[in-house]
């Protein structure tokens, strides 16, 4: 284990993140219903450039139906 | 009919702003103020609901802040016992606050408190110290003032209750980010109780920091854990503010929607009472027109 390679990839994080979903996942129907709810996040994020903001983009992007924000501020 | 020569009849009302068409101006002012009624009483109930919905999702955040703060305290156990060496000279400034208004002073709480750190004289941050903004609120407020500090901007956040999936993919972008800092100090308000909060800040050291320091040292950690720790502890601590922030909003929302109400139901009462009075006074104003004429005949 000491040669992982996942920390090339994504942070501690993003690990942590990926491991849970598929805990949830595992989960008896019922279980898994309460759980998703813990996992839900819609974060959108821009990047700022010398006081303009930039794009907003979905953090998760298979959730973006569609009726994302204009870009810039 | 009746009540359009009664209305005509309002002229002998003396007018607190002189005399001008008398006629018309006081039988706008009937109209004027049962339109105004209807409209106060709409806001009314408006507020009333909005207050409602405040008190209930208060008690469920309340409950998940309790919680959630487990995190934070376990969080900063570690960062007790191995405080670090030097002071940090670069900070990374995290707000906390949300995306919808009708909060009270919450957001401007917390952007008020970051420009206060960052032109603090006493313990002197950068000019340019980094900001990176959860929340759209304190995004517009802070991008008037310090916009050329702003890094990152998040929103969406607040909706429902924080999730640790948010926190860790806020904690997941700052890592990413090409930011340089030594480390992060983190904006939020904190829940006093049901009717006050303040803006506080919790501090997270970053990686090196960490590794520097004498208690850390005392221990042979591999870097790669060190570096997982000091991600996962961002992440924690980001949380822990997210669900407390978000308990103050409630709180904050339920109390301005309560005074709302109340400051609306006073106008209502205040409006109801001159309106009567012009009702009455029209309706004696007929009644003397109509006995003034009986008794001439």
Same mark, same amino acid.
Not at chain 1, 52 to 60: A, E, Y
Not at chain 2, 93 to 119: E, M, N, P, W, Y
Not at chain 2, 176 to 184: E, G, L
């Given at each position: 284990m000491?040669?992982a390679?996942?920390r090339?990839v994504?942070?501690?994080?993003?690990?942590?993140?990926?491991?849970?979903r598929?805990?949830?996942?595992?989960?008896?129907?019922?279980?898994?219903?309460?759980?998703?709810?813990?996992?839900?996040?819609?974060?959108?994020?821009q990047?700022?450039e010398n006081?303009?903001?930039g794009?907003q983009?979905?953090?998760?992007?298979?959730?973006d139906?569609?009726?994302?924000k204009?870009?810039?501020? | 009919?009746?009540?359009?020569s009664?209305?005509?009849?309002?002229?002998s009302?003396?007018?607190?702003?002189?005399?001008?068409?008398?006629t018309?101006?006081?039988?706008?002012?009937?109209?004027?103020?049962e339109?105004?009624?209807?409209?106060?009483?709409?806001?009314?109930?408006i507020?009333?609901?909005?207050?409602?919905?405040?008190?209930?999702?208060?008690?469920?955040a309340?409950?998940?802040?309790?919680s959630?703060?487990?995190?934070?305290?376990?969080?900063?156990?570690i960062?007790?016992?191995?405080?670090?060496?030097?002071?940090?000279?670069r900070?990374?400034?995290?707000?906390?606050?949300?995306?919808?208004?009708?909060?009270?002073?919450?957001?401007?709480?917390?952007?008020?408190?970051?420009?206060?750190a960052?032109?603090?004289?006493?313990?002197?941050?950068?000019?340019?110290?980094?900001?990176?903004?959860?929340g759209?609120?304190?995004?517009? %407020?802070?991008a #008037?003032?310090?916009?050329?500090?702003? !890094?990152?901007?998040?929103?969406?956040i607040?909706? &429902?209750?924080? =999730?640790?999936a948010?926190a860790?993919?806020?904690?997941?972008?700052?890592?990413k980010?090409?930011?340089?800092?030594?480390?992060?100090?983190?904006?939020?308000?904190?829940?006093i109780?049901?009717?006050?909060?303040e803006?506080?800040?919790?501090?997270?050291?970053?990686?090196?920091?960490?590794?520097?320091?004498?208690?850390?040292?005392?221990?042979?950690?591999?870097?790669?854990?060190?570096?997982?720790?000091?991600?996962?502890?961002?992440?924690?601590?980001?949380?822990a503010?997210?669900?407390?922030?978000?308990?103050?909003? %409630?709180?904050? #929302?339920?109390?301005?929607?309560?005074? !709302?109400?109340?400051?609306?139901?006073d106008?209502? &009462?205040?409006l =109801?009472?001159?309106?009567?009075?012009?009702?009455?006074?029209a309706?004696?104003?007929?009644?003397?027109?109509?006995?003034?004429?009986?008794s001439?005949?």
């Amino acid at each position: 284990m000491s040669s992982a390679t996942w920390r090339n990839v994504f942070t501690y994080n993003k690990y942590a993140q990926i491991t849970a979903r598929a805990v949830r996942q595992s989960l008896k129907e019922s279980e898994r219903v309460v759980a998703e709810k813990r996992g839900v996040t819609a974060l959108k994020y821009q990047q700022w450039e010398n006081g303009v903001g930039g794009q907003q983009v979905f953090l998760n992007p298979e959730e973006d139906k569609g009726v994302g924000k204009s870009a810039a501020v | 009919m009746l009540a359009r020569s009664s209305l005509a009849r309002i002229a002998s009302q003396p007018s607190p702003l002189g005399a001008a068409p008398k006629t018309a101006r006081n039988m706008a002012t009937l109209r004027e103020i049962e339109l105004r009624l209807k409209s106060v009483r709409n806001i009314e109930k408006i507020t009333k609901s909005m207050k409602m919905i405040a008190s209930t999702k208060l008690a469920k955040a309340q409950r998940a802040m309790n919680s959630g703060k487990q995190y934070g305290l376990a969080n900063s156990e570690i960062f007790q016992h191995a405080p670090s060496e030097a002071p940090a000279k670069r900070k990374l400034f995290i707000v906390v606050s949300s995306d919808k208004g009708l909060c009270g002073g919450i957001h401007s709480s917390v952007s008020k408190a970051t420009r206060r750190a960052i032109a603090d004289t006493e313990n002197p941050v950068d000019a340019d110290s980094p900001i990176m903004v959860i929340g759209d609120k304190s995004k517009s %407020q802070l991008a #008037r003032v310090v916009s050329k500090n702003l !890094a990152m901007s998040f929103n969406q956040i607040g909706r &429902d209750i924080p =999730t640790f999936a948010d926190a860790a993919g806020v904690a997941d972008l700052v890592m990413k980010s090409n930011v340089q800092y030594d480390s992060i100090v983190i904006v939020y308000n904190k829940f006093i109780s049901a009717v006050s909060y303040e803006p506080a800040i919790i501090e997270v050291v970053n990686e090196n920091s960490l590794k520097e320091s004498a208690g850390f040292r005392a221990y042979e950690m591999e870097d790669d854990v060190t570096r997982d720790l000091a991600e996962f502890s961002l992440a924690n601590a980001i949380y822990a503010a997210l669900v407390e922030g978000h308990a103050c909003e %409630q709180s904050a #929302r339920r109390n301005a929607m309560d005074n !709302a109400s109340k400051n609306a139901k006073d106008m209502i &009462d205040r409006l =109801t009472m001159q309106y009567n009075r012009g009702r009455q006074a029209a309706i004696t104003n007929e009644l003397v027109d109509i006995i003034t004429g009986a008794s001439a005949l």
